[in-house]
């Protein structure tokens, strides 16, 4: 199994930034891609960014030009840089990793951590 801790959520105005970390632990020798989604109250969980072990990433639209994902393998640890955020952007982020090359399809998942952004 995997275990993930995500850390970094808080509530920040429109125009700021964050930056979430999610280190893995566990059977980390199974995890290729590494990555985010996240869900907004009364919507569905949606796609934010992921990045394959080999570097390959995927963004959603929506969020393009604004936010970078990033890895360090040695560290087990994603990172999702966010900047210029909007209210949209308000949601439970969730880290997800997965075994395959795949940089959007993950089976495990952290708690979630909650960005709020202000207008």
């Known amino acids: 199994q995997v275990q993930l801790v995500e850390s970094g959520g808080g509530l920040v105005q429109a125009g700021g930034s964050l930056r979430l970390a999610c280190a893995a632990s566990?059977?980390?020798?199974?995890?290729?891609?590494m990555g985010w989604y996240r869900q907004a109250p009364g919507k569905q969980r949606e796609l934010v960014a992921g990045?394959?072990?080999?570097?390959?990433?995927a963004y959603a639209d929506s969020v393009k030009g604004r936010f970078t994902i990033s890895r360090d393998n040695a560290k087990n640890t994603v990172y999702l840089q966010m900047n210029s955020l909007k209210p949209e952007d308000t949601a439970v982020y969730y880290c997800?990793?997965?075994?395959?090359?795949?940089?959007?399809?993950?089976?495990?998942w952290g708690q979630g951590t909650q960005v709020t952004v202000s207008s």
């Open positions: 997800g990793t997965g075994s395959a090359p795949i940089a959007t399809l993950f089976d495990s």
């Open positions: 990045i394959t072990r080999g570097g390959r990433t």
């Open positions: 566990g059977s980390i020798f199974r995890i290729n891609a």
